[in-house]
DNA sequence: CGTGTGACTGACC
DNA sequence: AGGTCAGCCACAC
């Protein structure tokens, strides 16, 4: 197991971890992972998951709240479409942030899905 | 092995 | 509200 599946691997189950009707940026994706400014990281990540792992790849978002495909993909409109199906309002390919970002709890964050990644990094094995 | 690229970001215009 | 720019780092060529 690589490094990088391993990295791979932790970004997956944060992503998994966002609460339906909540949304994440990559950065902060990529922060939970413990890949401090892997933000670009997080894309690639998402962009090569298995499909079988079912993740909700529409809850992340930019930084500024922006959807990242672009227009002419047609995962475009099929984002824009999952979200507000979770009551997350869409206004010209963008969310407000401030109000549907995920805080994770002091709890998710201590034993939540990555928790202690940078410890178990040498030793986890599946 | 060098270079360009991008499902990114924050800082500055 | 827009655009540019330097970091970023895995990847394709």
């Not at 894309?43 to 079912?54: D, E, T, V, Y």
């Given at each position: 197991m690589s490094r990088l599946?391993?990295?791979n691997r932790v970004i997956w189950q944060q992503i998994a971890a966002i609460p339906r009707g909540?949304?994440?940026s990559y950065g902060q994706i990529a922060e939970l992972a413990g890949i401090p400014r892997g933000a670009r990281m997080v894309?690639?990540?998402?962009?090569?998951?298995?499909?079988?792992?079912?993740l909700p790849?529409?809850?992340?978002l930019n930084a500024r709240g922006r959807i990242s495909i672009p227009g002419s993909s047609p995962y475009y409109q099929r984002q824009i479409?999952?979200?507000r199906a979770?009551?997350?309002?869409?206004?010209?390919?963008s969310v407000d942030m401030q109000r549907h970002r995920w805080?994770?709890?002091?709890?998710?964050?201590?034993w939540g899905p990555g928790a202690w990644s940078e410890e178990t990094d040498e030793t986890e094995e599946q």
């Open positions: 599946e391993k990295r909540k949304v994440a894309g690639r990540a998402l962009g090569k998951a298995p499909a079988s792992l079912q790849w529409f809850r992340v479409d999952l979200l979770e009551g997350i309002a869409v206004n010209d390919g805080a994770p709890s002091l709890d998710e964050l201590m």
